[in-house]
């Protein structure tokens, strides 16, 4: 991921604080590496506190969405049971409070296994 592209997300997070940003990862695969090329916002999101939703069934089927990312006020940078129920794509990137650099942010697998997250 590209460092303007953390930072616009960080910096979203920081503006909906308390309440939870999200975005849709959009990307592509190189084997084993994915690299996200664009931040979507997806339609009709929902900021609540405590969740943000996204109503799945209105995504348009697209494969170039590799995965989601959203905020945790909480400060807590590991995904709740909710998020690996609700997973989307391939990846799930997770930015906490106070959401000031990469290391506030941390990307996973499905089975909520930390991957390694690089900033180009
Ligand atoms: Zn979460």
């Not at 995504?59 to 959203?70: A, C, E, Q, R, Y």
């Not at 391939?90 to 930015?95: A, N, T």
Request: net charge positive; aromatic share 10%.
């Amino acid at each position: 991921m590209r460092k303007e592209m953390l930072e616009a997300i960080l910096c979203q997070a920081r503006r909906l604080h308390p309440r939870e940003t999200i975005f849709l990862l959009r990307g592509k695969m190189h084997g084993s590496i994915i690299e996200i090329s664009e931040l979507v916002v997806p339609p009709l999101v929902t900021y609540g506190y405590g969740f943000a939703n996204i109503p799945t069934y209105l995504l348009p089927m697209d494969f170039s969405i590799v995965g989601t990312v959203h905020s945790h006020p909480s400060g807590n940078l590991s995904p709740s049971p909710a998020d690996l129920n609700n997973f989307l794509g391939r990846i799930l990137m997770i930015v906490a409070y106070p959401y000031k650099n990469s290391e506030y942010a941390a990307v996973y697998n499905c089975k909520g296994e930390k991957l390694t997250f690089k900033i180009v």
